[in-house]
């Protein structure tokens, strides 16, 4: 079967609208952002629309700074909505607490057309005829009060009975063929009559997400694995709202996503070490790396190469690659991916991006001075090939930025008092070389350490390295010191060799 009638149906491409409905209940989980991805490069691949929308009707937990988390996010992802918060639409609005009105008024029409009803039985009453039921039978609802004559609705109301409202589930086996999982099949008995309005009038997940994919035409949805045993109810629902006139009057196509795992084959946990997007932030990985590595949970691209870019999964997406298996989150592989990206950066571009960074370390200043900058430009492609992530910039390059007196020798470093003579030679060396190019400085250098003292090039570097860095690891040695400048770098011989003698 072709592509298109396989995936889409009778969808033209340019009419699949795919969502990404976040809480908005803190810092976005990794797993989450996998959601976001598949369903925004799905919807351009097929050149179709991308939907955010804010689930936010838990309003315990909903704060305005998540909601602010979510959209900045996903911005700096490149994760760009068409529709949703900020950007408007034709369905809107695209926050759920705002849609109360249209809830309500989709409940009426259920129950007018008694495809959902009023239930009066209290949790202690359920609780009672499950325990009951012979032994085997399903667990859930038994449908008490689906027959309940008007008489008796009406004099349980009267007499102010608390009631939830449930959806009517016909009595037939509910199949659905998913992208990822091919057909799926859950019996009737499994699927009891389930509650969409809570007492208090609130409305729940099972009632408000089918309702906004309904009004908002979503054609697919795709999401993870954990979200499947809530799927046949929201078919139900599909269909009672198709038979009301409500919405697109269609079933979206599925796909569940494999579940992250995390640590010991468990499921990715939200306060799990590494499961928040927050964190790749803060350390200094690259959006398009990120973006790489989750891609890589569960689908691979053409010529299973590991590292692509966005536009190449966009180009290469099918969702019947997927992998319906578990996908275990790897922190190094996921590091390994960002260290592949650093290095495909022009260098320009990484010392723009590395900016941020020695601003946070208070490395530089905001904005930088144009000597900060020139000198981080000739700095940068020295550790290109040497960091695994952007917040390790400071480390490695801090000490070009440093006045002299502020650089500090790391105990660490293994300074010891027999390095004064290499010092004193390297002093030397440096104050005589004619041109202070690192061609020049490693010339004479090595004709001073190597050749003059006659030690091995580890012993001979090592304390003029950490002379001027402070560290035992830095960028190439003759390269920094040509950064730096000759009178920076005697000064700090200088000191280095005087901290000896203290």
């Given at each position: 079967m072709s592509e298109l009638a396989d995936v889409l149906g009778d969808i033209a491409p340019?009419?699949?609208?795919?969502?990404?409905?976040?809480?908005?209940?803190?810092?976005?989980?990794?797993?989450?952002?996998?959601?976001?991805?598949?369903?925004?490069?799905?919807?351009?691949?097929?050149?179709g629309t991308f939907v955010l929308r804010l689930e936010d009707t838990d309003a315990a937990r909903n704060t305005e700074e998540?909601?602010?988390?979510?959209?900045?996010?996903?911005?700096?992802?490149?994760?760009?909505?068409?529709?949703?918060?900020?950007?408007?639409?034709?369905?809107?609005?695209?926050?759920?607490?705002?849609?109360?009105?249209?809830?309500?008024?989709?409940?009426?029409?259920l129950l007018a057309a008694k495809l959902a009803y009023r239930c009066f039985c209290t949790r202690e009453e359920q609780e009672e005829r499950e325990a009951a039921k012979p032994k085997g039978s399903p667990s859930g609802y038994d449908g008490f009060c689906r027959d309940l004559t008007a008489a008796e609705i009406a004099e349980k109301e009267a007499q102010a009975v608390p009631?939830?409202?449930?959806?009517?589930?016909?009595?037939?086996?509910i199949a659905f063929n998913d992208l990822v999982r091919g057909e799926v099949r859950f019996a009737a008995e499994h699927v009891p009559d389930y509650v969409i309005v809570r007492a208090n009038g609130e409305p729940l997940y099972t009632l408000v997400n089918p309702v906004d994919d309904s009004l908002m035409r979503i054609t697919h949805v795709l999401r993870g694995e954990d979200l499947l045993p809530s799927t046949p109810r929201q078919i139900v629902l599909y269909h009672a709202l198709a038979e009301i006139g409500v919405g697109s009057g269609r079933?979206?196509?599925?796909?569940?996503?494999?579940?992250?795992?995390?640590?010991?084959?468990?499921?990715?946990?939200?306060?799990?070490?590494?499961?928040?997007?927050?964190?790749?932030?803060?350390?200094?990985?690259?959006?398009?790396?990120?973006?790489?590595?989750?891609?890589?949970?569960?689908?691979?691209?053409?010529?299973?190469?590991?590292?692509?870019?966005?536009?190449?999964?966009?180009?290469?997406?099918?969702?019947?690659?997927?992998?319906?298996?578990?996908?275990?989150?790897?922190?190094k592989k996921c590091e390994a991916i960002n260290a592949s990206h650093i290095r495909l950066l022009e260098p320009a571009e990484l010392a723009d991006r590395l900016v941020p960074f020695l601003v946070r370390d208070e490395v530089l200043s905001e904005p930088p001075s144009a000597e900060d900058r020139e000198l981080l430009a000739r700095a940068t492609p020295l550790i290109q090939e040497r960091i695994n992530t952007l917040s390790e910039v400071t480390p490695m390059l801090g000490f070009l930025f440093l006045p002299d007196d502020q650089i500090e020798i790391?105990?660490?470093?293994?300074?010891?008092?027999?390095?004064?003579?290499?010092?004193?030679?390297?002093?030397?060396?440096?104050?005589?070389?004619?041109?202070?190019?690192?061609?020049?400085?490693?010339?004479?250098?090595?004709?001073?350490?190597?050749?003059?003292?006659?030690?091995?090039?580890?012993?001979?570097?090592?304390?003029?390295?950490?002379?001027?860095?402070?560290?035992?690891?830095?960028?190439?040695?003759?390269?920094?010191?040509?950064?730096?400048?000759?009178?920076?770098?005697?000064?700090?011989?200088?000191?280095?060799?005087?901290?000896?003698?203290?």
């Open positions: 340019q009419d699949v609208r795919v969502r990404f409905p976040p809480s908005p209940t803190g810092n976005l989980h990794v797993g989450n952002v996998r959601s976001a991805l598949f369903n925004w490069v799905f919807a351009r691949h097929f050149g998540s909601v602010r988390n979510v959209l900045d996010s996903l911005t700096w992802l490149g994760l760009d909505w068409d529709e949703g918060p900020e950007k408007g639409g034709d369905y809107g609005p695209y926050v759920q607490s705002e849609r109360g009105a249209i809830y309500r008024d989709v409940v009426a029409r009631s939830v409202v449930r959806v009517r589930v016909p009595d037939a086996d079933t979206p196509i599925f796909g569940h996503l494999p579940i992250v795992m995390g640590e010991g084959n468990k499921r990715l946990r939200k306060r799990d070490p590494g499961a928040g997007l927050a964190e790749y932030q803060e350390r200094g990985f690259l959006p398009e790396a990120v973006l790489n590595y989750l891609a890589l949970l569960g689908w691979a691209i053409a010529d299973d190469r590991d590292v692509f870019r966005l536009s190449e999964m966009v180009d290469a997406f099918d969702i019947r690659r997927v992998n319906a298996n578990p996908a275990r989150f790897d922190p790391d105990p660490a470093a293994g300074l010891k008092p027999d390095a004064g003579p290499v010092l004193a030679a390297a002093a030397e060396a440096l104050r005589t070389v004619e041109s202070f190019d690192h061609a020049s400085i490693e010339a004479a250098l090595r004709a001073a350490l190597i050749e003059g003292l006659g030690l091995k090039p580890k012993v001979a570097f090592g304390p003029v390295r950490v002379a001027i860095t402070g560290r035992k690891i830095s960028p190439p040695l003759f390269e920094s010191l040509e950064l730096l400048g000759r009178e920076s770098a005697l000064t700090r011989v200088a000191a280095a060799r005087a901290s000896l003698d203290g």
